[in-house]
């Protein structure tokens, strides 16, 4: 059962790797088999070696140099070995807002073996 300082871990390191685009900072958060959901009707990468593929070849679009971004989060629900947190991703330059809900199951050595993300840009929001 993991406790919420492995939570804590795990998005620390999710968050270096995201910054550091490094292939081994992200293999280092899955597990060999692990699953990861990018969108709720699509496919998720199988596998560590994909979502290490998968990720960098998203870089560029998630990482421009010019575009600054924040992670703002608070856990929803932490209950076993599956934490549930609600973000908030700004991109600075380009003035895009996301809000972000994230399910992670993590395996009994801290490393994730699935993660969901389900997010949606302000701008796409009828208000």
Known sequence: MAAKKEFERWIQGYLKAWKSNDP??????FTEDATYLTQAFRE?????DTIVKEWIGRADWANDP??????DYH????EGETGVLEGR???TARGDV???IW????????????????WIRKSDVQL
């Open 44 to 48: 998720p990468w199988a596998g560590r």
């Open 75 to 78: 856990w929803l629900a932490i």
């Open 103 to 118: 399910t992670i199951r993590l395996a009994a050595d801290g490393r994730c073996k699935e993660f969901r993300e389900y």
């Open 66 to 71: 010019q575009d600054q971004w924040t992670f």
């Open 98 to 100: 996301f809000k972000n």
């Open 89 to 91: 991703t700004t991109y």
């Open 24 to 29: 081994t900072d992200i293999a280092a958060l």
